[in-house]
């Protein structure tokens, strides 16, 4: 585990390192990529360690956009995992008209801790911005797709999905913004199985391209894998970097 977050880590920092010098050669800026790095260590009484790390890259078209991400968190005590998540995603968004855009997205990840062996989860939608202010954005997005996932100490599923997904972010000032994501996950195939996603977070920047994150994250799930339990949520510092 210690070997992939390291790889991960520098991947994420040589990445930002080759954006940053080709940003000053380029005429017209239409991406942008932010990395964000966990890291928490506790000694004495109590003996573990936290790091976590992630990257998130988007190119704009005229109508159409790209937006990439990838990352990784692990945590051990004593010399014992104790967590170890992996996840990626890439998702293509098309503009319709000023404020509605349709959407197809596909994602993978990776949570042994929760349950999760392998899960690759595809959907298409439509979405719309309902409030765009100076100071509010409010966003909806609704569709349906397709999941294959491997649960641990469970036989591999496949299933008819729809999924319901909210962001609002809220300007405190220029240079800290407050955010409230809710995602919602239904199982056409096995209804009681719906999952639930939301986090709360508060950014504030300290220079042009650095910032500090504040977050809470909750994850619900309604039919867990045997033995796990349906709740868990992360509480997070972090160290943004944009570009």
Known sequence: MKNK???????????????????EDAPAKKWSEKAQLTYLSANGNTKSSTLGASNE??????????????????????????????FAAEKVSWKLTARNYAFERTGWDKNRFAGIANRIDASVGLGRELIKTKRNDLILELGGGYVNEQRVKAPREDFSSGRAYSKY?????????????????????????????????????????????????????NQPAPTFGKTDTLTSMALIFNY
């Open 5 to 23: 977050l390291r790889f991960i880590t520098a991947a994420v920092f040589l990445s930002n390192l080759f954006s940053a010098a080709y940003g």
């Open 57 to 86: 890259f988007q190119y704009n078209w005229t109508r159409a956009a790209l937006d990439l991400t990838a990352g990784a968190l692990g945590s051990q005590s004593k010399e014992e995992v104790t967590a170890e998540q992996y």
């Open 169 to 221: 972010v809220f300007a405190i000032s220029p240079q800290s913004a407050f955010s409230q994501d809710a995602e919602y996950l239904h199982n056409f195939e096995h209804p009681d199985g719906y999952r639930v996603n939301a986090e709360t977070a508060l950014v504030s920047a300290v220079s042009t391209h650095m910032s500090l994150k504040a977050s809470y994250l909750v994850k619900y799930v």
